[in-house]
């Protein structure tokens, strides 16, 4: 590469870095992981249980484990406390988590709240787990328990909140060596009186990081058995509709290749050949995300993995995507959301309109299976606009698409203005905590999408969802006699139990898992 050309990338990159760091205001470390074990004297080894709570009912199977919360058990563990994980979204009987909670006599509990939606049922279960276990220490975190934590605290019988990335605050929290008020990212009750300590600034140093201690869990359950892998966290964008920047950050803060090749490596080692890469900014640095598939294609490891969370439309091109398909990805979904300019905009996506339909050619001309995601009705939709979205998936060739309904999260930009304009048509408590309810149900609408329109949009893109989902686990043949089910009411409720029975049964023939060893 010319000279030039590599100084002109290095000031993007430079700038790239600078903004982020404006975004968050300075917000972020460098914590060295052998630093911080280092400076803990006098620590009392504990016991943690940390409990996945299952809040999505029994329609719905758990494909793989969570990567934050095994995250935070690696740590922990490597801090040498004692840990253990119960995932309620396997093991769904109570009783079976209180036998668990008498075995193990657990200093702390920890209960995964990973979204906003369906708070009220983690009220529930906590209060379930207290009136069991009335001296438990109970601890809040995860995504949802960062957006809502003054709420939860209030309305339940937590004992503390722990805000953003844990890892570091919650060993301080079990060595019980500091005062509770000197522990960042705590959120605590002294009486009646609700404390909250200064927010720890996100982690910059996650290379340093131990592994996700996946062994903790029940792995030959899940219906995909792969291995989640973090490449990165935070995101360096401000859509509107997002509240990942409570917990992750606006910083991307991302892992080095070599130190990603030396967690597949190890996972390999043990028999994994499938990995589910998680993150949503895997692509932002596309030389990094590059070396990233240089590195697996040089280890001669066989191995398939995929992008399901989406990345940037902007953000791809056919050296990178042919790459990808080499060092064994099988499927990436684009984040695309809208193809009309105004929308992107308003949305704040940071992206110009006229790159979508070229990456999607070009993902067409590579080859990978791949997914689009679009949002209906956000502030600048139409209903005419929403129909060539509409087109626009239908004629692509997207193995899937998602057509999500937008349901603002309090602390949200978009949140914001809908109730300063007075927009919103269901109280957000109903909508957050009935979220399967209103799936196609508007719980906005402005008199450019009325609330008719935006059913009728929803209603489309559901039925087009279907149609290349099904077409995609089951075959053109096949897929084709389940849409013309799906399609008859009468059939729907009788096929459904049916279909999600073999929809599993497909997942499981179709694994690329081999385990040489248990973990």
């Known amino acids: 590469m010319p000279r030039k050309q590599i100084q002109i990338l290095q000031k993007k990159k430079a700038a790239f870095y600078s903004n982020a760091k404006e975004n968050n205001k300075g917000d972020w470390t460098k914590t060295s992981y052998d630093d911080f074990m280092h400076s803990r004297q006098g620590f009392t080894k504990q016991k943690l249980l940390l409990v996945i709570p299952n809040i999505v009912g029994d329609k719905i199977a758990a494909t793989a484990p969570l990567p934050g919360v095994a995250y935070i058990a690696g740590f922990v563990r490597e801090a040498g406390h004692?840990?253990?994980?119960?995932?309620?979204?396997?093991?769904?009987?109570?009783?079976?988590?209180?036998?668990?909670?008498?075995?193990?006599?657990?200093?702390?509990?920890?209960?995964?709240?990973?979204?906003?939606?369906?708070?009220?049922?983690?009220?529930?279960?906590?209060?379930?787990?207290?009136?069991?276990?009335?001296?438990?220490?109970?601890?809040?975190?995860?995504?949802?328990?960062?957006?809502?934590?003054?709420?939860?605290?209030r309305d339940t019988?937590?004992?503390?909140?722990?805000?953003?990335?844990?890892?570091?605050?919650?060993?301080?929290l079990m060595d019980g060596v500091l005062p509770l008020d000197s522990v960042s990212g705590l959120i605590w009750k002294n009486g009646s009186e609700l404390v909250r300590n200064q927010f720890r600034k996100f982690e910059l140093a996650i290379d340093d990081l131990p592994f996700p201690a996946y062994d903790l869990f029940p792995m030959q359950s899940y219906v995909d058995r792969k291995i989640p892998v973090v490449t990165s966290r935070g995101c360096p964008y401000l859509c509107t509709?997002?509240?990942?920047?409570?917990?992750?950050?606006v910083a991307w803060r991302p892992r080095s290749p070599e130190n990603i090749l030396k967690e597949l490596t190890f996972w390999h080692?043990?028999?994994?050949?499938?990995?589910?890469?998680?993150?949503?900014?895997?692509?932002?640095?596309?030389?990094?995300?590059?070396?990233?598939?240089?590195?697996?294609?040089?280890?001669?490891?066989?191995?398939?993995?995929?992008?399901?969370?989406?990345?940037r439309v902007d953000k791809v091109n056919e050296l990178l995507l042919q790459k990808m398909?080499?060092?064994?990805?099988?499927?990436f979904a684009l984040g695309i959301e809208h193809i009309d300019q105004d929308v992107l905009d308003r949305m704040k996506k940071n992206l110009k309109a006229e790159v979508i339909e070229p990456s999607v050619q070009l993902a067409e001309k590579v080859g990978i299976p791949f997914g689009g995601f679009f949002i209906v009705g956000l502030l600048g939709d139409t209903y005419e606009k929403f129909l060539r979205v509409y087109d626009f998936a239908r004629h692509h060739n997207f193995s899937e698409v998602r057509f999500y309904n937008p349901m603002p999260f309090p602390g949200t930009e978009l949140y914001e203005e809908l109730v300063e304009k007075k927009l919103l048509v269901v109280e957000p408590?109903?909508?957050?905590?009935?979220?399967?309810?209103?799936?196609?149900?508007?719980?906005?609408?402005?008199?450019?999408?009325?609330?008719?329109?935006?059913?009728?949009a929803l209603k489309m893109g559901q039925k087009l969802v279907m149609e290349k989902f099904l077409k995609k686990e089951f075959g053109t043949v096949i897929g084709s006699l389940a849409v013309f089910a799906w399609n008859l009411k009468f059939l729907n409720s009788v096929l459904q139990p049916v279909g999600i029975t073999a929809w599993k049964m497909m997942r499981r023939l179709k694994r690329t898992y081999v385990s040489v060893e248990p973990i």
């Open 82 to 153: 004692d840990v253990a994980v119960f995932d309620m979204r396997v093991d769904r009987k109570m009783d079976h988590l209180f036998k668990k909670i008498q075995e193990l006599q657990p200093d702390f509990i920890g209960l995964s709240f990973m979204t906003q939606h369906e708070f009220e049922k983690i009220y529930d279960f906590v209060a379930q787990v207290r009136e069991k276990v009335p001296d438990a220490k109970i601890i809040i975190g995860g995504a949802g328990a960062s957006a809502l934590f003054d709420k939860v605290l």
């Open 157 to 172: 019988t937590v004992d503390y909140c722990i805000t953003r990335e844990g890892e570091y605050s919650l060993v301080e």
């Open 241 to 249: 509709f997002c509240a990942n920047k409570a917990s992750m950050g």
């Open 269 to 311: 080692a043990k028999g994994f050949r499938q990995f589910h890469f998680v993150d949503d900014n895997f692509t932002l640095d596309m030389r990094r995300a590059e070396k990233i598939c240089d590195l697996i294609i040089a280890s001669g490891m066989k191995i398939r993995w995929d992008l399901r969370n989406g990345i």
């Open 325 to 331: 398909k080499q060092s064994g990805c099988f499927y």
């Open 429 to 456: 408590t109903e909508y957050l905590n009935h979220n399967s309810k209103f799936k196609n149900e508007p719980v906005f609408a402005t008199p450019e999408f009325t609330i008719a329109e935006r059913k009728k």
